[in-house]
């Protein structure tokens, strides 16, 4: 069964730094692009950065602006989301998902419980 | 960005009505379509994928159909199980969701 397990939110003050992770199981992790998504309280997902399986292609949001960095650790079965600068606005839910084999990873197949990032003073 | 226009936000009906959604894109994206559901305090589940591909173990009553710009996704009976927020993403550019259809009882 594919599990993904994030972990790393919580309060931070505007200005922070958080990093999240995503633990893997269940599947072969390092043949899979993987995903990060976010949902603001209330409001609709909001796709965040992609990567692909070896690394070799990363994506990110043009909302951005270069202040989140994604990466993997294929020998850890693990995903992060490294996130400078926060912003009130960042405050979310952030979802790690697979990418599916079809639709070039672009078709997000499992998804884990999320995590929550909430940035406040 | 493509932009995807989802309508309407939110619906209600009864159990065994046919529901349909529909999802527009900015521009021409092809099939590269999916549609997710998500219940209330969950993570959102892969229904449809490619526009009318049903994702395995996914009940028949769920379908897609379109190509272009304009989509459409049916529940064909309601379920009291169907309520949930069901969200269209293109990724014929770089991934983007539809604003959510939230159906009610």
């Known amino acids: ?121 | 960005d493509i932009q995807m226009t989802q309508s309407p936000s939110s619906l209600s009906a009864s159990v065994g009505d046919r529901v349909t959604i529909t999802c527009q894109a900015s521009q021409d994206i092809s099939n590269y379509l999916n549609w997710y559901q998500q219940k209330p305090g969950k993570a959102p589940n892969l229904l449809i994928y490619d526009a009318s591909n049903l994702e395995t173990g996914v009940p028949s009553r769920f379908s897609g159909s379109g190509s272009g710009t304009d989509f459409v996704f049916t529940i064909s009976s309601l379920q009291p199980e169907d309520i949930a927020t069901y969200y269209c993403q293109q990724y014929d550019n770089l991934p983007t969701f539809g604003g959510g259809t939230k159906v009610e009882i």
């Open chain 1, 1 to 121: 069964e594919v599990q993904l397990v994030e972990s790393g939110g919580g309060l931070v003050t505007p200005g922070g730094s958080l990093r999240l992770s995503c633990a893997a199981s269940g599947f072969t992790f390092s043949s899979y692009s993987m995903n990060w998504v976010r949902q603001a309280p209330g409001k609709g997902l909001e796709w965040v950065s992609s990567i692909t399986s070896s690394s070799s292609y990363i994506y990110y949001a043009d909302s951005l602006k270069g202040r989140f960095t994604i990466s993997r650790d294929n020998a850890k079965n693990s995903l992060f989301l490294q996130m400078n600068s926060l912003r009130v606005e960042d405050t979310a839910v952030y979802y790690c998902a697979r990418g599916s084999k079809v639709g070039a990873g672009w078709v997000f197949d499992s998804w884990g419980q999320g995590t929550l990032v909430t940035v406040s003073s």
